[in-house]
């Protein structure tokens, strides 16, 4: 049977390990005891433990393995499997996913991912450098400025922030044409294109009148905020109109930063994130104001994101929170070429300079990968 | 200027406090620093902090005040506002929140909430017994059978479990079609009606076509995944169907439990849930296999719930999470009669007992309220 092989640490375990393990497979896969599920039933459907292991005092790793069949082969479904109704649980955290082959043949995976937004902004090799237009409550006109003065420099990627929110579709209408017509003058001086992504946000009507703007003016993708509009409502939202969608991490944090519980980055940022096929996932990342809490964390995320995973194609990590133009050229350096620089309030500070800056930033990343 | 009171405690602060309460008002807000925003930017939507307090050692209280044009009128955006980025700061908690009228009177609240439900069922008084169906696997007519008992014997509410979840509407509709008719049948014997709320899931034309199988049934409500489809995506899709909702808080449990992080469960899992509409909020609440961490969050919670807010009708507390028939009358006694007490595998077990112990139950919880 192909299973779905989740592995768990409890740090303190507040009963026997292998019973907390036997209690996690059932408590995720049918909830009820073991002798109330009929024999072919659990069989079928109920999670297995596979091993039960004790690492340093107080800690224990669970391999538990469900059958493949109970995600139903919806990502919003295999999230609630893998940590729902234990989230309730003391002190568990799901450090390691394995998703088998039916599963992954059943998931959409980004539509470009790395390689098409590497298309998208012909850029082969380097790192890329990404910019946010904020703050709120500024003109169109002021975030279209910023947006200018970076393509012009160079800059590859423009996020909006995600406090940049309407109330009604003319609004944003308003905005995004702002900065969409600016950047398409942009192109036609620098023969490059500068790939924009509007943040895209609320529910029902509104949601798909913002996304009926984006499509209408051409843009090629956006922002979804996917730990509040749901991961999987944000991949399908993005999919029916054929758009490329930057994962917004918001509210990610309490999964991902804790010791004792959650779900490591590498799992959700990585895994999740790429199996509901965002094209790009930004996470803290080294430096900045925020920054991953593990060094560990970075480097596994980034390979969960770009490794060989069925026939998904890569996800861009985009290293976000803080971070500035002075640090890219260290940051590319340790993290390799494949990812994107997100620089925001240190961009918007230079002023007068952001062209100019900019332009140096991509020469020097530019730099790390000439031969 | 009207603005919504968020409340958080920093346990061991990696800064001194009164930065760090400035960080996270900044942070939230506008997420740029201080020197960079425009004035008139500050002015209007900048936050503030409007004090900061010393608990016992290592923990600080702060109250930062947002201007309420920050959540433009959204649920999901509220949600981000108050905790999105500092979800990766460390140990920063939201213990309290306080929404100025101007948004409580733009939330559409819950539709029918505890007096909608009671008047439904025709309980005007005592606590509310539900059961839910489960394991998955089994057969729609056995699925039938059990709500058949459970409504024979004068139950209240039944939901689907959160693991029930077909890949096509079409087996959907045959499982809910099963479960609806019996309780019409049973319905026509009793002379009361039992409350069916089947589990709907998934995202885009998938979610449509199971909640249009729900209205074409002529049910009222549905049980919806919040912390999975996302708070706001849920309440919509019930809003456009006008149906009653049950707030399920599967993943919710890594932002109420933490001690030191996350949001407290009287916000989350109260103000909140009750703000986006939910008609019942699912929380562990007392005894059985999940209960609350705290005794004073189970009070709390329901007191956000059923509180005066705004014009908002007030939520249904229901508590779950392994609860016994046996134990019912004693949390009744507790917690008084405004909530429903989920009770699954241990109804389950009774087997032929099914009705006889439901009836018994619902008699004990009248025999609380009655002169």
New interface residues.
Partial sequence: MDLIKAAYVATEPDRDPSTLAENIAREQ?????R????P??AE??LGRVLSVERLEAGRWRFEIGYPVE?A???I??L??LL????????RIRLEQLVLPEPLLGELPGPRAGLPGIRAWVEVPQRALLMTVL?????SPAVLADLALAFARGGGDLIKD???L???DAVAFRRRVTACAEVLARAADETGRRCLYLPHV????D?LHRQLDVVVELGLAGVVL?TW??????A???A??RKLMWLAH??????????AD??IASPVLLGTLVRAAGADISIF?GPGGR?RSRQFSDIEATCRALTRPMGSLAPTLPCFG?GKTLDQAPEIATAQGPDCALLV??DL??RGADIRADTARTIDALDALTRP
Same sequence: chains 1, 2.
């Fill in positions: 896969s049918l909830e009820l005891t002798e109330l599920i009929p072919a039933i079928s459907l109970l139903s082969g919806q919003g479904q999230l609630h940590y729902g109704n234990i989230s309730f649980y003391p904020k703050p709120r409550g500024s922030d995600q406090n929110v309407e109330r946000a609320g529910s029902g509104h905020c509040i509009m749901g991961l999987e409502t991949a399908s939202a999919r029916a991490p918001a509210m990610a944090g309490v999964l991902t930063e804790p519980r959650g803290p925020i929170g925001g309030g918007i500070g």
